[in-house]
């Protein structure tokens, strides 16, 4: 089915302009004539590869999508028929995106496609892990159950991101603040000074000339200096886009204190409330195992071992001695699945343990945060300590000669 941007005049007589899904021109004819239009022309909006794309461009923020979801669960409770229900959710929902994506799903409903299949269209926007659960609830019949806890899903994911921004975005604001402010004084103000002095004929401490020696080098090395922390931040993102550099990457980032421990508990939270969603929707543990190792964790070691642990499944062992067996996985995590194993209440033991490590994560954060505020103050009042003080030792023998001569 493609997008059609369209021109047709209503019973009035009036022009209208717009965009609608279809499989042909006759087929967009049909579909106008039902809406009281008569077309004129049409033209498919393509990309640049050459794919038909849904017109009014942007991208769909994913608290829309937790929207749409809600919406759309209220509507198929309120007893509505599907269609109707994408019908009423495309007249409120704000993003213009959205609002085409769903026009174009409903149109292939319509055209008898399944609820997944005309998702399925889309999958930049209805990512694998929302179409699995969507599927599993529209063939079980309970499909409004499926969406809202989609949605709590979603709305889960999005407070973790916004957790992660907030430990990520403050220290590197104060970083880049300080570094510019050294550079300053390194970079001007200290040689502007040390040439004044050695205008005064004043013999400068080691402490100075070794800052002066800094500030020359950077002076004069400076553009090698950049080219070569460019060449290592490229390099260090080529080697991440090779699974292997990504693998080990992932791997010793969990062994930085504070960082990996923030970063472990990010991934166990994610690998607990996927389970746990999947698991309810009725997910088979094939394909719940297939979706958590596909870049789902936010840490390809961890994914690995994930898919290590579903070969230790595929070999008779349980789903606790799996994690277990596949290694990477703390005590805690592992005790938790053995517990729902045993007591037959294994999505209530993912939930409990996504719930603790989400409070990990923000304890996390906040111990971050609170580390990283002295660390800085002592880092900065030291750099600058040592300027100043490589500034103050000779002005203090130029005003102490003076005394003298006097």
């Known amino acids: ?90 007249k409120v929902i704000p993003s213009k995106t959205l609002k085409r994506v769903i026009e174009d799903v409903k149109a292939a409903l319509e055209d008898g496609s399944t609820l997944f299949d005309a998702m399925g269209q889309f999958p930049k926007v209805f990512e694998k892990l929302d179409l699995g659960i969507i599927r599993m609830g529209e063939q079980s019949g309970v499909l409004p159950q499926c969406l809202n806890d989609l949605a709590d899903f979603l709305e889960w994911k999005e407070n973790l991101r916004g957790t992660i921004k907030r430990a990520t975005i403050y220290p590197c604001f104060v970083l880049l603040a300080i570094s510019g402010v050294i550079g300053v004084w390194v970079g001007y103000v200290l040689p502007q000074v040390g040439s004044l002095l050695q205008e005064l004929g004043v013999e400068l401490p080691r402490i100075t000339k070794m800052i002066l020696a800094t500030s020359h080098f950077f002076q004069a090395y400076w553009a090698w200096l950049i080219f070569g ?14 699974k292997r550099g990504k693998k080990l990457f992932d791997r010793y980032l969990l062994r930085v204190p504070v960082i990996g421990g923030l970063a472990g508990n990010i991934a166990y ?70 517990h729902g194993e045993v007591t037959g ?44 003080l490589s500034i103050m030792l000779p002005l203090y023998d130029v005003l102490g000669s003076l005394g003298q001569a006097y």
Do not use: W
Not at 62 to 68: D, K
Not at 360 to 368: H, K, M, Q
């Open 229 to 242: 922390l460019c060449a290592v931040l490229a390099s260090g993102y080529l080697i991440q886009k090779t």
């Open 1 to 90: 089915m493609a997008r059609l941007q369209y021109q047709a005049i209503d019973q009035g007589g009036k022009v209208c302009r717009g965009t609608a899904a279809a499989f042909h021109e006759k087929d967009l004819e049909d579909r106008l004539r039902e809406r009281g239009l008569t077309l004129i022309s049409s033209r498919p909006i393509r990309e640049s590869g050459g794919t038909i794309r849904p017109s009014g461009g942007g991208k769909i923020k994913p608290r829309m999508l937790v929207e749409f979801y809600r919406r759309f669960a209220q509507t198929i409770d309120m007893g509505l028929p599907i269609l109707t229900g994408l019908e009423e959710n495309a």
């Open 345 to 388: 209440s294994l999505e209530e033991s993912f939930n409990r343990m996504g719930a603790y490590y989400d409070g990990e994560v923000s304890r996390s954060v906040e111990v971050l945060i609170n580390a990283f505020e002295p660390a800085i103050m002592l880092l900065l009042g030291g750099v600058f300590g040592v300027i100043i």
């Open 269 to 338: 939270a994610r690998l607990s409330r996927n389970f746990a969603t999947m698991h309810r929707a009725g997910m088979t543990i094939p394909k719940v195992f297939s979706v958590l190792s596909d870049n789902v964790l936010g840490n390809r070691y961890l994914e690995a071992q994930v898919a290590l642990a579903f070969r230790e499944l595929q070999m008779g062992q349980s789903l606790a001695e799996s994690f277990e067996r596949a290694g990477g996985f703390p005590p805690l995590l592992v005790g938790g699945i053995r």
